[in-house]
């Protein structure tokens, strides 16, 4: 006889991305180039960019084990799809309102979101919904605060939070499993822009460094129930306009940055940042990352 289950004890699980990659950005010049993380958080050399070079792009997760690089600056909404093996494909037409210094994260277990941004013309905070087949969908009307210069990441397994941006605020907006952005959650923490942030821990998030508009190290655990954590004293270069993936199932990584540089530095799956790891390929700022496989 099979054992009875009751109905209510079945837990969701939800796939955690074992490699990372960061992608795009500006050095000397802009480019499309990418170095892949490894699961034990080993950054590899250059690999030849595709697709259109680009800066002040935003990158996420979609359909459990790819990934996807979307909108940049004079972009026109393009976007990038990351197989499960890490290759970038060429440009996909881009679909919506065409932005740069936006973010975006995974929800739903398989789904991503791209948020916020400025238009060209203003802050807004319209959103494109990403199908668990990488189908960028038309505009959603914003909700919350218009900003850019922000980050996201996901939390609790299937769902997001977007944080922080320009002009200076730390005001937070959760996004549900089902892809829906809530409106402005007071923001706890030091008020900065240019961050970035990643999910760690299998179901938490943390947001770190950025501008005050003095550069910054500091970071802000996110709870697996969506709640910002005061600020904790930051470990490693203090800078801005980096990108930041997980790697490793339940771990993190922040990377580049600054004043054009590779530098990253390790995140645990208890959330503790690690000190600065000497950086490999090109050295840039204003790039994306996000997980696959």
């Known amino acids: 006889m099979f054992p009875i289950i009751p109905a209510n004890s079945a837990t969701a699980s939800f796939p955690e991305n074992d490699e990372g990659i960061f992608g795009f950005g500006k050095g000397g010049s802009l480019t499309a180039v990418t170095n892949l993380v490894s699961n034990a958080g080993v950054v590899s050399s250059d690999v030849t960019g ?6 002040q792009l935003a990158a996420c997760e979609y359909g459990g084990d790819k990934g996807i690089f979307g909108y940049g600056h004079s972009a026109a909404s393009m976007t990038n799809l990351v197989s499960n093996t890490g290759v970038v494909s060429s440009d996909v037409t881009g679909v919506g309102t065409n932005r740069y210094y936006l973010a975006a994260c995974s929800y739903g277990g398989d789904k991503g979101i791209f948020g916020f941004g400025n238009d060209g013309s203003s802050v807004v905070s319209m959103s494109n919904l990403v199908s668990n087949a990488g189908v960028v969908s038309s505009d959603v009307t914003g909700v919350g605060t218009g900003r850019s210069y922000l980050a996201a990441c996901e939390y609790g397994g299937d769902k ?5 941006g320009y002009a200076v605020t730390a005001v937070t907006n959760l996004v549900s499993n089902t892809g829906v952005v809530a409106s402005d959650v007071t923001g706890v923490g030091t008020a900065r822009y240019s961050l970035a942030a990643c999910s760690y821990g299998g179901d938490k ?8 508009p ?3 190290s500091m970071t802000n655990l996110v709870s697996n129930a969506g709640v910002v954590a005061t600020d904790v004293t930051g470990v490693g270069t203090a800078r801005s306009y980096l990108a930041a993936t997980q790697y490793g199932g339940d771990k993190g990584i922040f990377g580049y940055g600054g004043t054009v540089t590779a530098v990253t530095n390790l995140v645990s799956n208890a959330g503790v940042v690690a000190s600065d790891v000497t950086g490999v390929g090109t050295a840039r700022n204003n790039l994306a990352a996000c997980s696959f496989n």
């Open 205 to 212: 998030g943390i947001f770190g460094f950025g501008l005050t």
């Open 50 to 55: 595709v697709g259109t070079a680009r800066k």
């Open 160 to 164: 997001g939070i977007f944080g922080f």
């Open 214 to 216: 003095s550069y910054a």
